[in-house]
């Protein structure tokens, strides 16, 4: 795992919650003009309900330039919906992007074992 990708995930964990996150899905970068971004949608448990939080997630990471280095992440929960429907809105990020790509998905113990294993964990679950 790449370290600006843990770097991410490490950022979602801490305004989501580590232990709350249930699943992450993960787009991959894309790099324009010396900036590289990129996008999750993440589901997370929300106490004594059977829906779920749904945030999306995003960074920008500056990579050259007079503002190398700079990074910004924004997560902005957009609704609470079941898990089921967490897909959905997978499906409608990657049409309005118009590409063919399979984000990766992260499950909760995947996350958790990145997180607490420094990214020594492949994304696969």
């Known amino acids: ?3 600006t990708t843990e770097r991410f995930l490490r950022e979602i964990g801490e305004r989501v919650g580590v232990d709350a996150v249930e699943e992450v899905h993960l787009f991959p970068p894309m790099r ?6 990129g996008v999750a949608v993440v589901a997370a448990n929300v ?6 939080a749904v945030y999306s997630a995003h960074y ?6 007079s503002d190398r280095g700079k990074w910004e992440v924004e997560v902005t929960a957009e609704a609470d919906a079941p ?17 063919q ?4 998905r ?6 958790r074992a990145i997180l607490r294993d420094g990214g020594a964990l492949r994304i696969a679950d």
């Open 1 to 3: 795992m790449i370290e």
């Open 32 to 37: 324009q003009g010396g900036v590289e971004s």
């Open 47 to 52: 106490p004594s309900q059977e829906r779920h």
């Open 60 to 65: 920008r990471h500056t990579l050259k330039g």
């Open 83 to 99: 898990l089921l429907a967490v897909d959905a809105v997978v499906r409608g990020v990657m049409k309005r992007a118009g590409e």
């Open 101 to 104: 790509f399979e984000p990766e």
């Open 106 to 111: 992260i499950s909760a113990s995947s996350f």
